[in-house]
C-alpha cells in the first residue's frame, strides 16, 4: 500500500530538486556543479537520475533506452517510466528527504509529460491519471529547466558520443520532435512559475551554474538557513 501524506513539497524536512531540459542541455554538468555547491554549504545531497536510481529502476532504464520498450507504445512506455518512478520514489528518493538531506534528479515527471505527452502522443488525461497514482502528490520544491535549441543541444550530445557512446531511442528522434519538447517544457515552466524556473543553457557552463545558484539561494536557502548552513560547514 502506498496510501501515505506528500513528500518534499512532499511534506518531508529535505528539499528535492529537478532539472529537466532536451538532449545536451546540461543537466549532468549542472547537478555536479549544484551537488558540490550544496556539499560546500554543508548540506547532504544525493544526487540521482531518471530513469533509474534504484536498481529495479535501472533494469527498466536499460529496457527504455535502448527502444526494447518501444514496442510497447508511447503510453506503454509512460507506464514503464512511472513504474521506475515508483521504485525511485520509494527506495531512495522519499527516505533521503525524510531524513533530511537533499535530493537532485536528472530528469523526473516533467519529462514523462514532455516526451510520452506533448511529444511521444499521449494524452495528457492518461498521464495525468498516472501521475497522480503513482506520485501521490508528491513534487519537486524546484525544478530547473535548462532551455537550448535543440540543434545545439543535440549537436552537444553528439560531440559527447564520439568518445564512444551510442545515441539512444530519443536522441534518434527528428528535430521536430525536440522542438516539440522544448515548447513543452516551457509551457510547463509558464503554467507552474512557483516550482519551475527557466536558465538559458547556451550560456558557458560557470554561468549557468551560477544562475541556478542564484536561484537556490533565492528560493530554498533563506538567509537564516544560509547562515546556518554556512556555520555547520565551518
Ligand atoms: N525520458 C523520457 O522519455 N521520459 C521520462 O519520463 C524520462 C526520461 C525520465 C534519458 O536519457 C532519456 O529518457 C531522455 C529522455 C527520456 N532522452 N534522451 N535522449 P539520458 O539520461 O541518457 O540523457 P539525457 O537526460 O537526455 O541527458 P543528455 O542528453 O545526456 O544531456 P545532459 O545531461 O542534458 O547534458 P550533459 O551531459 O551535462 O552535457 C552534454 C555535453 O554538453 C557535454 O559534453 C558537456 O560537457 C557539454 N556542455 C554542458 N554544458 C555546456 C555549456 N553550458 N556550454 C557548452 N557545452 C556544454
Known amino acids: 500500500m502506498r496510501a501515505e501524506p506528500p513528500l518534499g513539497s512532499v511534506g518531508a524536512p529535505g528539499k528535492f530538486i529537478t532539472f529537466e531540459g532536451g538532449e545536451g542541455a546540461g543537466k549532468?554538468?549542472?547537478?555536479?556543479?549544484?551537488?558540490?555547491?550544496?556539499?560546500?554549504?554543508?548540506?547532504?545531497t544525493v544526487a540521482t537520475r531518471e530513469p533509474g536510481g534504484s536498481p529495479r529502476a535501472e533494469i527498466l532504464r536499460d529496457a527504455l533506452l535502448s527502444g526494447r520498450a518501444s514496442p510497447l507504445g508511447p503510453l506503454g512506455e509512460a507506464a514503464l517510466f512511472y513504474a521506475a518512478r515508483i521504485d525511485h520514489?520509494?527506495?531512495l528518493i522519499k527516505p533521503t528527504l525524510a531524513r533530511g538531506?537533499?535530493?537532485i534528479c536528472d530528469r523526473f515527471a516533467d519529462s514523462?509529460?514532455?516526451?510520452?505527452?506533448?511529444?511521444?502522443g499521449v494524452d495528457q488525461k492518461s498521464l495525468a491519471l498516472l501521475e497522480r497514482a503513482a506520485l501521490?502528490?508528491?513534487?519537486?520544491?524546484?525544478?530547473?529547466?535548462l532551455d537550448v535549441p535543440p540543434r545545439e543541444g543535440l549537436e552537444r550530445a553528439s560531440r559527447r558520443r564520439s568518445a564512444g557512446e551510442a545515441a539512444d531511442r530519443f536522441e534518434r528522434e527528428e528535430l521536430a520532435f525536440h522542438e516539440g519538447l522544448r515548447q513543452a517544457?516551457?509551457?510547463?515552466?509558464?503554467?507552474?512559475?512557483?516550482?519551475?524556473?527557466?536558465?538559458?543553457a547556451t550560456l558557458p557552463e560557470s554561468e549557468v551554474a551560477q544562475a541556478i545558484w542564484d536561484i537556490v539561494e533565492a528560493r530554498l536557502l533563506p538567509p537564516e538557513c544560509a547562515y546556518l548552513a554556512e556555520s555547520a560547514a565551518q
Open 136 to 145: 501521490l502528490g508528491a513534487s519537486p520544491d524546484l525544478t530547473i529547466i
Open 101 to 103: 538531506a537533499w535530493v
Open 89 to 91: 520514489l520509494d527506495k
Open 28 to 44: 549532468s554538468t549542472q547537478l555536479r556543479h549544484l551537488h558540490e555547491r550544496l556539499a560546500a554549504r554543508g548540506i547532504e
Open 112 to 120: 514523462t509529460r514532455a516526451y510520452q505527452g506533448a511529444s511521444g
Open 185 to 200: 517544457f516551457l509551457a510547463i515552466a509558464a503554467n507552474e512559475p512557483a516550482r519551475c524556473c527557466v536558465v538559458n
